[in-house]
């Protein structure tokens, strides 16, 4: 059965104060890793997805990286804005079957 | 491009009743999936429907059923709802022009609370 297992569970940072969360998975044959981003009341907004291990995607604050069993989501210099739950999700198998296996996620909060 | 949209947003409903939610992907999108979230599990893979059928199921109770329509909407159903069944349910919807263009992307959600 596919794993997924996020920590830490929660992390606070103050503004600018860089640090990494991390995902670890367990699935046989990944076909992708992908990053979401949950804010309170609302569905997860869709961040990077990573192929294969070595390959690493970037988006302002946020750089997202992959190895064979895990994955890190890298948050340099973050704002309060980028406070929210970040969710890590697989998909794994053959074919074009769409199911994520998700992590619990990490509560990120980024004070003043 | 319009996103995912999920309605009603919000439903409140008691044990015994029934309840259906409903989905609009993404134009040009095929599949529909669907996902519990609760504070406890977390989400939770329901379904996913493509071009009409149920192609992937997760381990939920017979209870919960779905389906999908030609123009890609899809609807899940919870019959006999039990207090557990309070959550929200989201639905995401996909590409899946090849393998690789599989991102999913979720809508809003529709937030049931069960009395």
């Known amino acids: 059965e596919d794993q997924v297992t996020q920590s830490p569970e929660a992390l606070r940072l103050q503004e600018g104060e860089s640090s990494s969360l991390n995902c670890s998975y367990t699935?046989?044959?990944?076909?992708?890793l992908f990053w979401y981003r949950q804010d309170p009341g609302k569905g997860p907004e869709f961040l990077f997805t990573l192929y294969s291990a070595g390959e690493e995607k970037e988006k302002e604050r946020l750089k997202a990286t992959l190895t064979k069993k895990e994955s890190f989501l890298h948050i340099t210099a973050p704002k309060p804005e980028d406070s929210a739950t970040y969710l890590c999700a697989v998909q794994a198998g053959t074919g074009t079957a769409s199911k994520l296996t998700f992590g619990t996620g990490t509560r990120l909060q980024v004070t003043l | 491009k319009a996103g995912v949209t999920q309605t009603p947003r919000y439903l409140i409903k008691t044990r015994g009743q029934q309840v259906t939610l409903s989905c609009s992907p993404i134009?040009?999108?095929?599949?529909v999936s669907w996902y519990q979230q609760t504070p406890g599990q977390g989400l939770q893979f329901l379904f996913e429907?493509?071009?009409?059928?149920?192609?992937n199921k997760g381990n939920f109770p017979g209870r919960f059923s779905g389906r999908q329509f030609s123009n890609s909407r899809s609807e899940m159903n919870v019959s006999t709802l039990e207090l557990g069944d309070s959550a929200l349910y989201l639905c995401?919807?996909?590409?899946?022009?090849?393998?690789?263009?599989?991102?999913?992307?979720f809508g809003p959600g529709t937030r049931l609370t069960v009395l």
């Open positions: 995401a919807s996909s590409l899946v022009a090849r393998a690789s263009y599989n991102e999913q992307f």
């Open positions: 134009s040009g999108h095929r599949s």
């Open positions: 429907y493509f071009s009409e059928t149920q192609r």
């Open positions: 699935v046989s044959g990944l076909r992708g």
